[in-house]
C-alpha cells in the first residue's frame, strides 16, 4: 500500500495539472471560452493581409495612441513617407480596385469570459485560442486577436473575435476516425495586456514579432470600443 502511494505521489509530481482556467500568472483570469460558426458583413475584406507591414518608427511605438487617432482632418500619417508606407499603398490599391467593397463572410466566432484581477484598467488585450489534436499534439491550429477594451479593476468581460478559419487547418488520420463530437483539446492563452497607464504584461513564452504584421495591418483599420481584431 506504502509502495503504491509512494508511486501515485511521484506521478503527480511528474505530470503537469492541466487547467484551461489557468493562465501563466496573467492579470486576466479565464473563466470560459467557446466557439461558433457564425456570418459578418466585412468592408474590403479581399484587402486583408495583403498589405506588407510598416516600418517601426516612432509613431508607431505605442498602441494606444495608434488605436485612437485623434490627429485632425488632413494631418499626414507618418507611415506614408516610409519605403514600406508607399509600398502599402500602391499594394491597397491595386488590391482594392479589384476587391468587392461589403459583403457577407461566412467564418467562425471565437468568445472568451475574462475578468482583470489587477488593481489597473486593462486598455488592450492579445489572446488567442488554440486547438490541439490528441492524436498529435505537435498539431496546433492557433487563432489569435487583438482587442481594444476597457476592463477596470475587478471587472469582467467577453470578448469575441472573428476569423476565417475554423478549428484546425491540419489534421491527423487517427483524429479523423475519432468519432467524438469534438475531437480536439480547447485551450484559451491571453499572450499579453496593455494597461491605459502605459504598463505591460506579457506570458513570457509569446513573442511579439510573431504577429507583427498582422498588428501592422489592423493599426490602419477603423477602431470602435470593445472591437476585436484577427491577427
Not at 473563466?31 to 506588407?52: L, M, N, Q
Request: proline letters at 6%; aromatic letters at 8%; hydrophobic letters at 40%.
Amino acid at each position: 500500500m506504502k509502495i503504491l502511494l509512494l508511486l501515485s505521489l511521484l506521478l503527480s509530481l511528474l505530470i503537469p495539472f492541466q487547467d484551461p482556467t489557468t493562465n501563466d500568472g496573467s492579470p486576466l483570469t479565464v473563466s470560459s471560452f467557446k466557439w461558433s460558426r457564425a456570418r459578418r458583413t466585412v468592408e474590403t475584406a479581399a484587402v486583408e493581409g495583403t498589405t506588407p507591414a510598416r516600418a517601426m518608427i516612432p509613431q508607431n511605438r505605442n498602441f494606444a495612441r495608434n488605436a485612437r487617432a485623434n490627429d485632425p482632418h488632413g494631418v499626414r500619417d507618418p507611415n506614408a513617407d516610409t519605403l514600406d508606407g508607399r509600398s502599402a499603398a500602391l499594394e491597397k490599391s491595386v488590391a482594392e480596385s479589384r476587391a468587392a467593397k461589403t459583403g457577407p463572410l461566412d467564418g467562425f466566432a471565437y468568445r472568451v469570459k475574462v475578468k482583470n484581477v489587477s488593481e489597473k484598467i486593462v486598455e488592450a488585450v492579445f489572446w488567442e485560442y488554440q486547438f490541439r489534436d490528441p492524436a498529435n499534439p505537435d498539431l496546433v491550429a492557433r487563432r489569435q486577436f487583438l482587442c481594444v477594451v476597457n476592463i477596470g479593476a475587478g471587472k469582467g468581460k467577453e470578448l469575441e473575435g472573428f476569423s476565417l478559419s475554423g478549428p484546425s487547418d491540419v489534421v491527423d488520420v487517427k483524429t479523423l476516425a475519432d468519432n467524438s463530437a469534438n475531437p480536439f483539446k480547447e485551450n484559451v492563452l491571453i499572450n499579453r495586456v496593455e494597461y491605459t497607464d502605459g504598463s505591460v504584461s506579457q506570458r513570457k513564452t509569446w513573442n511579439m514579432a510573431e504577429v507583427k504584421g498582422s498588428y501592422d495591418r489592423v493599426l490602419r483599420e477603423q477602431w470602435l470600443p470593445g472591437m476585436c481584431k484577427s491577427l
